[in-house]
């Protein structure tokens, strides 16, 4: 497959989920080495389990450096798959829950390597458009270690609307210690969660808490 055609069909199934809503495309084609994770991912046998694993690898830099340029590539490759890999078969399902849970395994390398820091905005963009994955997605923001951004990616969710918004908020409240039950408390107290669901949820927990309300 030629240069040309391969960046064609990059942008056919590259689209991104932004905070408001709307649709955006990556800024520049997948390397060669995404593209080859990308497509042993999709394989969906023996193949994605190697290439996932590479994946990891590379996003955490465990045996070697990489340019930032290099890491952000294959990460989008990933966010391609978790959003965009089409049917509801039980492969289908898993190929793309498997593509996000990787990008979770890079932010937090737990088993070695360095967390890779564009986690958070990819984590996001799936929790906002993913088909059966975008819980799984708001949950691995809860796991990162940086903490401020993840709050900050996790309020991003809360004010969608999108219907997993109301995860963002109950894991606020619940897995972020003091600093969410904050920006949950902010977001309340100015009327920002708009996603009937989420805003319902937040009302019990601001009745629980004592917050002032409205209703």
């Known amino acids: 497959m030629n240069a040309t055609l391969s960046w064609a069909l990059w942008l056919s199934a590259s689209v ?17 080495r995404a593209a080859r994770i990308a497509r042993d991912v999709r394989a969906g046998d023996v193949r994605a389990s190697v290439a996932l694993g590479e994946a990891v690898g590379i996003l955490t830099q465990r045996d070697r450096s ?20 089409p049917g509801d078969s039980a492969k289908a399902v898993n190929t793309r829950g498997r593509a996000m849970a990787a990008i979770m395994r890079a932010g937090t390398a737990l088993n070695s390597g360095t ?28 796991r990162l270690p940086d903490r401020s951004e ?17 995860v963002a908020v109950e894991f606020l409240a619940t897995d972020m210690d003091d600093a969410g039950v904050q920006v949950l408390k902010e977001l309340h107290d100015a009327s920002e969660v708009t996603e009937p669901s989420a805003q319902k949820q937040l009302l019990r927990i601001a009745r629980d808490k004592g917050w002032r309300t409205t209703t």
């Open 150 to 166: 993840a709050l900050r990616e996790l309020a991003t969710v809360a004010r969608s609307n999108v219907r997993t918004a109301r």
């Open 66 to 85: 990489y340019p930032e340029s290099e890491l952000d590539a294959v990460a989008d490759s990933l966010v391609v798959i978790a959003l965009m890999f």
């Open 16 to 32: 991104w989920v932004t905070a408001a809503g709307t649709l955006s495309l990556p800024a520049q084609p997948p390397t060669s």
């Open 115 to 142: 967390p890779y820091k564009g986690a958070a905005s990819r984590l996001r963009r799936i929790a906002l458009g993913g088909r059966g994955v975008g819980a799984s997605a708001v949950f691995g923001l809860t």
